[in-house]
């Protein structure tokens, strides 16, 4: 058994959605900037340039999005779970200030270190497993807004990066990040997998995403 943060948009609708496809996106890099000290107050979140109209074009392609980020400040315990709440509110706030339909639907943190060797923290894909049940199959253990939540063993499936890519759930739900862990992540759920580069951003892959025939980058573990 592992913990893990869950924070649901303020009017997400706690109903089964099987049909739509999901965007995981990470956080740092990729929604706001991101720096070795951490994004540590709500006043510390600045967004990319762009990210905002990304979302809101991913949301009118009819996908869930879905934010799954490692923070390990909480288990270091710089800052506990309301902390990380309150950035988010932040996040949610901002992002649609510049587009009123760049919605997250879901957002999910990892709190261990590296060195803890927990079943969630990027490259395992348990979150992302996690993330797909809550919005395709409903909340049936989570009443709250947000919080700390014992993932289920079920959520689990270790990696075997010697094999196959494994089939995803929904054939166009998606990875988007700026590390290998993220790809690694998605590769091991089974997702397209597109990588933020120097040269890009989440909303010049957009495009891409959105587009059901493209596959994703060539990710080797």
Same mark, same amino acid.
């Given at each position: 058994?592992?913990?893990?943060?869950?924070?649901?948009?303020?009017?997400?609708?706690?109903?089964?959605?099987?049909?739509?496809?999901?965007?995981?996106?990470?956080?740092?890099?990729?929604?706001?900037?991101?720096? %070795?000290?951490?994004?540590?107050?709500?006043?510390? +979140?600045?967004?990319? $340039?762009?990210? &905002?109209?990304?979302?809101?074009? *991913?949301?009118?392609?009819?996908?869930?999005?879905?934010?799954?980020?490692?923070?390990?400040?909480?288990?270091?315990?710089?800052?506990?779970?309301?902390?990380?709440? %309150?950035?988010?509110?932040?996040?949610?706030?901002? +992002?649609?200030?510049? $587009?009123?339909? &760049?919605?997250?639907?879901?957002? *999910?943190?990892?709190?261990?270190?590296?060195?803890?060797?927990?079943?969630?923290?990027?490259?395992?894909?348990?979150?992302?497993?996690?993330?797909?049940?809550?919005?395709?199959?409903?909340?049936?253990?989570?009443?709250?807004?947000?919080?700390?939540?014992?993932?289920?063993?079920?959520?689990?499936?270790?990696?075997?990066?010697?094999?196959?890519?494994?089939?995803?759930?929904?054939?166009?739900?998606?990875?988007?990040?700026?590390?290998?862990?993220?790809?690694?992540?998605?590769?091991?759920?089974?997702?397209?997998?597109?990588?933020?580069?120097?040269?890009?951003?989440?909303?010049?892959?957009?495009?891409?995403?959105?587009?059901?025939?493209?596959?994703?980058?060539?990710?080797?573990?």
């Amino acid at each position: 058994m592992s913990e893990a943060f869950f924070q649901f948009h303020p009017n997400f609708q706690h109903t089964p959605n099987t049909n739509a496809a999901i965007a995981f996106l990470d956080r740092d890099g990729v929604i706001n900037e991101g720096y %070795s000290t951490y994004v540590n107050h709500p006043d510390e +979140l600045v967004l990319l $340039e762009g990210a &905002a109209d990304a979302i809101s074009k *991913l949301k009118q392609g009819g996908f869930l999005v879905c934010v799954v980020t490692n923070q390990s400040p909480l288990e270091r315990k710089l800052w506990d779970h309301h902390v990380l709440a %309150s950035i988010h509110k932040q996040m949610f706030h901002k +992002l649609e200030k510049i $587009e009123s339909n &760049a919605i997250v639907d879901l957002v *999910l943190a990892c709190p261990h270190k590296f060195s803890s060797l927990c079943i969630c923290r990027k490259p395992e894909s348990t979150l992302l497993r996690f993330g797909e049940s809550i919005l395709r199959y409903g909340t049936p253990n989570i009443s709250s807004n947000y919080g700390m939540t014992t993932l289920h063993s079920s959520f689990y499936k270790e990696t075997n990066w010697f094999d196959d890519k494994p089939s995803p759930p929904h054939p166009n739900d998606a990875m988007i990040g700026d590390r290998r862990t993220d790809e690694g992540a998605g590769w091991g759920y089974g997702a397209r997998t597109f990588r933020i580069r120097s040269n890009t951003s989440l909303l010049t892959l957009v495009p891409r995403i959105l587009n059901r025939d493209d596959q994703g980058d060539d990710f080797h573990p």
